[in-house]
């Protein structure tokens, strides 16, 4: 998967890593790089063509795909964090998440794996999370989103096999977003993160490790959970 010359599409790239994503594949590149948000006004990124995008409206993800047909490469960034517990959470931004970083991401990589195929089978990148592979108390839902988020990239890769589409998976734990402002633990440079990710692309890697963290908490899905979830382990 080359980034030079693709055409790209990023979702939620107003803020965050998506507008880091959509400076950087212009930067290294594509010949198109279609810019979205639900509210692409916002979006002031030079070289870039913006789009409006609700990933959670299946009609707005219908007309994007029908608007950008020639796509040869999605980035599923778009997500929000509620930080909300599960028993004593409300229900509705639990389902937003899950609406987000599952049913979204899946309406999105329906209807443009056609478009992907149809342009030679590309490559599809959801940007996913430490938290793919553990709990944190406070943020459960955004976890069981993201493990979600995680299992279904693992399995629309088997399925977009035979159209010859890379599907990979971004796993990083804060990066210093406008998401993670009330985080005080140690942060990436998003233009890092973007960084590793399109690198890995390029590689061809189907899983993006970002940093330290998310490699130890992959490494220790192998080993008894009680240890990790120890003091000592945290």
Request: glycine share 12%; no cysteine; hydrophobic share 45%.
């Amino acid at each position: 998967m080359q980034i030079n010359g693709s055409i790209a599409l990023v979702t939620g790239a107003n803020r965050g890593l998506g507008r880091h994503f959509a400076q950087q594949l212009v930067e290294r590149g594509a010949a198109k790089v279609y810019a979205t948000a639900r509210n692409p006004e916002q979006i002031g990124i030079p070289g870039v063509e913006k789009l409006r995008l609700d990933i959670t409206d299946p009609g707005s993800v219908e007309q994007a795909a029908a608007a950008a047909s020639d796509v040869t490469f999605l980035i599923n960034n778009a997500g929000i964090s509620t930080f909300t517990n599960l028993l004593g959470g409300d229900l509705g931004p639990i389902r937003s998440e899950l609406d987000t970083h599952f049913w979204g991401t899946l309406s999105m990589v329906r209807a443009f794996a056609p478009v992907l195929g149809a342009n030679g089978g590309g490559g599809i990148l959801n940007v996913l999370s430490a938290l793919s592979w553990f709990s944190y108390d406070g943020a459960n839902s955004y976890g069981v989103a993201k493990a979600a988020q995680w299992s279904l990239t693992n399995g629309i890769r088997l399925e977009l096999a035979g159209q010859g589409t890379l599907v990979s998976g971004l796993h990083l734990g804060a990066a210093d977003t406008d998401m993670m402002t009330h985080y005080d633990g140690e942060k990436m440079d998003p233009a890092d993160v973007v960084r590793i990710a399109l690198d890995g692309i390029e590689a061809g890697r189907i899983e993006i490790i970002a940093d330290e963290w998310s490699a130890y908490v992959k490494a220790s899905l192998a080993n008894d959970p009680s240890a990790f979830y120890t003091p000592a382990g945290r």
